[in-house]
């Protein structure tokens, strides 16, 4: 597919990577040179300068003739206009980035109006992202499939703890609860287990579970439960309004700091129920005069990933029992491990997901595209969800019976919101939601493309 | 300096001139030439053997930076230049190695530069593969290379090696991927060789000639198939040729824009019109120069100017006069067309229109300045502002220009030649052309030159087709030192 970007900056270079990687033919348009240039030697994409709102500009890097535009740029009115003008020469698919709070509570009218196929907002995600870690603090991240009835959850295995040298048969015996271990984080090597793999201290485990079944999930497998009752967050950033909103509305106690007096005012116009205060959040004397040690989480939100980093490391070493880190550089993956950092959000990775999801939809051919997509362990591992129809091959068939491609997996399956953890004597129907995990070595945007072959009587696509 | 990934890089690239050989070893054993066929035989399985040895080395590493893009490049000109250049040898159609070399060099780089002085006794598998050499080194092995296969585990390392081989002072994509944008060149370079030589074939000539000179007019090289060059073809045939070697001459990217039917913005394009007013005024004015030496046949005159401004301009090196003979105006017009050049991203050398044209503009931009001090006035092209990173470049590359060209003169000046044979030998190598004047003219050839010279001249010409930078950079020390003894 012909996909033009608007706007190269953080999250327009990620973005432009993983579709690239995807196998689209990506055009890059920025009206800054340095930022093209590195696009340009790192990733094997065609790079435009000039403004890309302006109609000439978008006619020489074909957008009337591509299948999908994204404007990612700084400005939402820009982005806006972006989409636009490309409406109007004729690219069907619009994506266009708004965070302003301000123009976010009209974005669906926005939508219709200007004819945007779908409006993102990276801060937003990540507020909500965090705002579900942090009522289940278990877990380092939550992934909801099949509108929410079934998640993926990752899990740290301690040492000595319950889970420490568990073979993955004999799990169910152990905990009395049936789960589905899908992958396995070892190092920074990632694996999609078979039963006979025995699980180590440090490792990390995503688990499939119905999301009515969490709770339980914490209690049998031994895991440290709090609830989160006051949250402190370091940055006044736009998630941290966000953030700050959500937690306010369930009923958390929050404390900002910011060290601009001028966001600071803002903010306590805009947060009536938060704390905010106007205090260098880097400055550890300040953290602890705040009450670091009393409260039940801490995130950190500022702009700066070491400074987050810092900040989390010291937060950990208070034992605060829930630590969110935000990290922008996905590049750190490795020594973050290291730094004791295990809950990490990265915004513009969840931005990517989102638009992956729907660029993939876009390409399906049956009608069974994917719904939800998911990326986990450094992009290595990915959970799609899809929902099966008429076009799906093996309605029906038990699991065992089906030959599927390697390193793949039937993670969920929901039928009519019942939510099933599946084994080899389930199957699906139409008309289910089917999760499956996977390694991100393939791509997959149909349902029908995990199995080996097609099934007997059936042409292959 | 991934090293084993450079290795395995020349290690295809072998396989690929490999395969290209076996067309002429079949010519040679159709034709019954016995001593051509197992020169080629005998090269063709050493490459093999080769490419097959050096392919056990596996890289731990896959990915590519902009100095393994360098290097990978003018090591593997050099390296394949010895194997082209071992049929000639083994079947002692050229007997001294060194000629074999300046032979193969020159066919790579699309010079056209000849040391044999009876063209027509070589076999004509030998011809073909002389004439192939032009076709395959125009667009480049490398370029080859990534339209065919996937080099690396990340996409993007294939346009440090596209950056490399490909001329002009910015080399752009014209589609997303590298790997599309080189089977774009290819096909629209294939496309045009072939309507070259169905065109020929209509005007009588024979399928051999017809496609060797396709060949050499593709890759803007000059090898000719007769030692008359292409003086003897009917004047449809030269014509055509003539019309070939300038459209070979044009930037690719303008055809990949007639691709898209934006002709609008294809000929508003100023390098192309710059190279098509240098090429129409130079017509006319070699024309009126020589009209009394064609007294009563003006036509003759026109078509002769054209060819031999097409020829120089695009640095191909084709003849069909001895432009040597001509008044000393047009002499001295045709060297200076030999610097100019054809486009970029073209199959041509030189130093290219757009260089030319960049440095006519900047050089009125100063000029202005010095008048008002605090002007802020960019140098354009197509309308934009040219960086100050190409301009730097293109004013580094002039730089490096004239240093070698005078290097060059002063050291060949030891062989005793005229100064003018010297001065336009060493033009038409660092430019890719072939003939120059006197000696070296459109009759004559680099036979006379010592073998110090013709291996000088032969860097000459690979420095030319690389844009000078990647042989420089083999000369730096620390390009070869791993990153922690640089720092050290």
């Known amino acids: 597919m012909k996909i033009v970007v608007i706007g190269d900056g953080k999250v327009g270079f990620t973005l432009t990577r993983a579709l690239s990687q995807e196998g689209h033919d990506l055009v890059v348009i920025d009206n800054q040179k340095n930022a093209l240039t590195i696009a340009e030697d790192r990733l094997d994409v065609l790079v435009m300068e000039g403004n890309g709102a302006s109609a000439s500009v978008q006619k020489e890097a074909g957008v009337d003739t591509s299948d999908l535009l994204i404007a990612v740029t700084s400005a939402d009115e820009t982005n806006l206009v972006c989409c636009m003008v490309a409406r109007k020469l004729g690219c069907k698919h619009t994506i266009a980035r708004i965070r302003n709070p301000e123009y976010n509570e009209a974005q669906y009218l926005l939508r219709d109006e200007l004819g945007l196929s779908m409006t993102v907002n990276p801060e937003r995600i990540a507020a909500r992202e965090i705002f579900g870690l942090l009522q289940l603090p278990s877990f380092l991240r939550r992934d909801a499939y099949a509108k929410g009835r079934a998640e993926i959850v990752g899990i740290p295995v301690r040492t000595g703890g319950k889970l420490d040298g568990i073979a993955l048969v004999e799990l169910y015996k152990t905990l009395k609860v049936r789960v589905l271990v899908c992958a396995v984080k070892r190092g920074s090597k990632v694996i999609i287990p078979d039963g006979s793999f025995v699980l180590k201290g440090e490792d990390h485990i995503y688990v499939t579970a119905p999301t009515g079944d969490l709770l339980t999930l914490v209690k049998v497998m031994g895991l440290d439960r709090v609830k989160i009752r006051s949250v402190m967050i370091v940055g006044g950033s736009r998630i941290a309004y966000y953030l700050a909103q959500m937690l306010s509305e369930a009923g958390i106690q929050v404390k900002l700091l910011e060290s601009n007096m001028a966001r600071c005012e803002t903010l306590s116009a805009m947060l009536p129920d938060a704390m905010v205060v106007n205090a260098d959040g880097t400055f550890f004397p300040t953290l602890l005069a705040e009450g670091l040690e009393e409260t039940d989480a801490m995130v950190t939100l500022t702009n700066l990933d070491e400074m987050n980093l810092v900040i989390s490391m010291y937060a950990n070493h208070l034992h605060v029992p829930k630590v969110v880190t935000k990290i922008n550089r996905t590049e750190y993956g490795e020594i973050l491990d290291d730094s004791g950092a295990e809950c990490v959000i990265s915004p513009r990775q969840l931005v990517c997901n989102d638009i992956l999801r729907y660029v993939r939809a876009m390409q399906n051919r049956s009608g069974a595209g994917v719904v939800a997509l998911h990326r986990m362990v450094d992009d290595q591992v990915e959970a799609m969800e899809f929902r099966a129809n008429s076009e799906s091959w093996y309605c029906g068939v038990p699991l065992h019976d089906i030959s599927l491609k390697p390193n793949v997996l039937v993670a969920v399956i929901s039928h009519h919101g019942n939510v099933i953890v599946p084994r080899g004597a389930d199957s699906f129907a139409e008309g289910d939601s089917v999760v499956i995990v996977t390694t991100t070595e393939r791509r997959f945007d149909d349902l029908n493309d995990i199995f080996a072959e097609p099934p007997q009587g059936t042409k292959g696509v | ?488």
Not at chain 2, 254 to 267: D, E, G, Q, T
Not at chain 2, 465 to 472: A, G, K, N, S, V
């Open chain 2, 1 to 488: 300096m991934n090293y084993r990934m450079i290795i395995r890089l020349l290690s295809v690239s072998l396989r690929i001139v490999a395969a290209f050989m076996l067309p002429a070893l079949l010519l040679s054993l159709s034709n019954g030439e016995n001593a051509s066929a197992w020169a080629f035989a005998i090269t063709i399985a050493l490459m093999f053997l080769l490419s097959t040895i050096t392919c056990i080395c596996k890289p731990r590493k896959t990915s590519l930076y902009m100095r393994e893009g360098f290097v990978v490049v003018a090591v593997a000109w050099i390296v394949l230049s010895v194997p082209g250049a071992l049929p000639f040898f083994f079947s002692r159609c050229i007997p001294s190695f060194v000629d074999c070399l300046f032979e193969t060099i020159s066919g790579f780089t699309t010079t056209g530069a000849s040391i044999l002085n009876d063209v027509e006794a070589l076999p004509m598998g030998m011809l073909y593969w002389r004439s192939f050499t032009h076709w395959l080194g125009g667009m480049g092995v490398l370029v080859f290379l990534l339209a065919v296969s996937t080099i690396s585990g990340n996409a993007n390392d294939a346009l440090f090696i596209m950056r490399a081989e490909s001329p002009g002072p910015q080399v752009s994509k014209l589609v997303p991927r590298t790997m599309q944008t080189a089977r774009l060149l290819y096909t629209i370079y294939i496309g045009m060789t072939i309507l070259q030589t169905v065109l020929m074939l209509f005007g009588g000539m024979s399928l051999f000639d017809a496609v060797t000179t396709a060949f050499g007019t593709a890759g803007t090289g000059g090898f000719g198939i007769r030692n008359d060059s292409l003086a003897s073809y009917s004047p449809y045939i030269q014509w055509v040729v003539t019309i070939f070697m300038a459209l070979f001459g044009v930037n690719f990217g303008i055809y990949y824009l007639f691709l898209m039917r934006s002709f609008k913005r294809a000929f508003r394009d100023e390098e192309l019109r710059f190279y098509f007013s240098v090429i129409l005024a130079s017509i006319l004015i070699i024309t009126l120069n020589i009209l009394p030496q064609f007294d009563g046949h003006p036509e003759d005159a026109i078509r002769h100017a054209a060819f031999q401004v097409v020829s120089i301009i695009t640095t191909t090196g084709f003849s069909t006069a001895n432009f040597d003979l001509w008044p000393q105006l047009c002499r001295t017009l045709l060297l200076l067309l030999m610097i100019i050049g054809a486009c970029a991203s073209s199959t041509g050398g030189g130093m290219k229109c757009s260089r030319v044209l960049i440095l006519l503009k900047s050089l009125r931009v100063e000029n202005d300045k010095l008048l008002h001090p605090h002007m802020v006035k960019p140098v354009r092209m197509d309308g934009k502002p040219v960086g100050e990173d190409t301009l730097h470049g293109v004013y580094a590359f002039l730089m490096a220009y004239c240093v070698i060209s005078l290097a060059s003169v002063l050291l060949i000046s030891l062989d005793e030649l005229s100064f003018e044979t010297n001065l336009s030998a060493v033009l038409a190598c660092l430019n890719n052309i072939g003939p120059g004047l006197h000696l070296v003219g459109p009759m004559g050839n680099y036979s006379m030159f010592s073998d110090g010279s013709k291996l000088l001249l032969s860097l000459d010409m690979l420095i030319g087709r690389l844009e000078i930078f990647p042989i420089f950079m083999l000369l730096m020390p620390h390009i070869w030192k791993r990153a922690r003894d640089y720092r050290a």
